[in-house]
């Protein structure tokens, strides 16, 4: 193996159509600063909606902070398969299209392929999964990921770091889910 591939850590991340795509730009800006991490990015159809309603960036902006993007549809990409190695993989948001697919081994783009992938080779899975309010499917393949150690990270509010923006909470939100990868976000306030 190439010795930048041994030192380099990779996290795949995929934009889902849910509400919240501020977050998703935040922690590839974050992921950024960090030359020893790659970012691997598939954005959903669904997800180029909620770009074009929620960011001043379009899709083309959110791929290139991205060390590498791939098409959705492109379910031949190495992120596809389990012998590329990462560290895990976020969905930032998930929506609850995504979180059903995933609980349902119905991989039928390259985000499910992926998370599917990270799910069967035991790597860490974050889901920032978005609706509300939570009706009982939502709650039920929530549920069934949970147990299976998916780390369920909804982007609620959150006082008592005391925010004073929406840069604020949405940066809280990007450290806990940095957190899982002990990466460590500028400006998140821990409880102390
Ligand atoms: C502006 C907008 C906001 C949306 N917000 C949510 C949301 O917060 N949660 C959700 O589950 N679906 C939401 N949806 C619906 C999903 O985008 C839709 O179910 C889509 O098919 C999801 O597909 P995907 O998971 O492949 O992106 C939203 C759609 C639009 C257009």
Redesign the pocket.
């Known amino acids: 193996m190439h010795r930048r591939e041994e030192l380099v850590k990779r996290l795949v991340i995929g ?6 795509i501020p977050i998703a730009v935040g922690l590839l800006k974050e992921m950024k600063k960090r030359p020893e991490w790659e970012t691997h990015l598939v954005i ?4 180029q ?2 770009i074009a ?2 960011s001043r960036f379009s899709c083309r902006d959110i791929e290139a902070m991205a060390t590498k993007c791939y098409a ?1 549809n492109d379910i031949g990409a190495s992120i596809a398969s389990g012998t590329f190695h990462t560290e895990g993989m976020v969905v930032v ?7 059903a ?1 995933i609980a349902n081994g119905f991989s039928e ?1 390259l ?2 392929r992926a998370a599917d992938v990270t799910l069967k080779e035991g790597r860490k899975l974050v889901l920032v ?4 309010p939570l009706g009982s499917v ?1 709650l039920s393949n929530m549920l069934s990921l949970a147990q299976q150690g998916v780390k369920i990270l909804p982007p609620m509010l959150t006082f008592y770091n005391k925010p004073e923006s929406i840069e604020d909470m949405t940066r809280h939100i990007i450290g806990k889910i940095t957190d899982v990868f002990q990466v460590e976000t500028m400006g998140f306030r821990r409880w102390a």
């Open positions: 934009i889902s159509g849910a509400s919240g959903t159809q669904g997800a909606k909620t309603q929620e959705i948001p998930c929506s609850m299209k995504t979180v697919g783009n985000l499910l999964a978005r609706e509300s939502h």
